[in-house]
């Protein structure tokens, strides 16, 4: 199963989507902005039908994992690069065998 450019496109916005609600919510644990949570339930809803939208044109199986794994990846990027915490080579290697697997999926 060949996915397109356009379901491409629509995975990362939905995967992008729940990657700044993430980072929005951790910003709410963190400081009790409540400005950050006002965002994240405006956000999520978008979020969950761009993923419905992408199951739509795929099955469940490959859209968790397509949308799952880059959510993973894309946590993990914004907690080293915005809160600043500590990620491991081990861990990095493990986020970049996700990625890999992702590349496979589009693949198989």
């Known amino acids: 199963m060949k996915i397109g450019i356009f379901i491409w496109s629509v995975v990362l916005v939905c995967a992008g989507l729940f ?5 929005l919510s951790a910003h709410w644990g963190k400081t009790g902005s409540g400005r950050s949570m006002t ?4 956000l999520a809803p ?3 039908w761009a993923f419905a939208f992408v199951n739509t044109r795929l099955n469940l199986a490959v859209t968790g994992a397509l949308v799952n794994t880059i959510v993973v990846a894309g946590a993990v990027l914004v907690g080293a690069v915005f809160f600043k915490e500590e990620v491991s080579l081990l861990q990095y290697v493990g986020i970049a065998l996700a990625l890999i697997s992702v590349t496979l999926l589009n693949f198989a």
């Open 19 to 23: 990657i700044l609600c993430d980072g």
């Open 46 to 48: 978008l979020s969950y």
């Open 39 to 42: 965002y994240v339930m405006l």
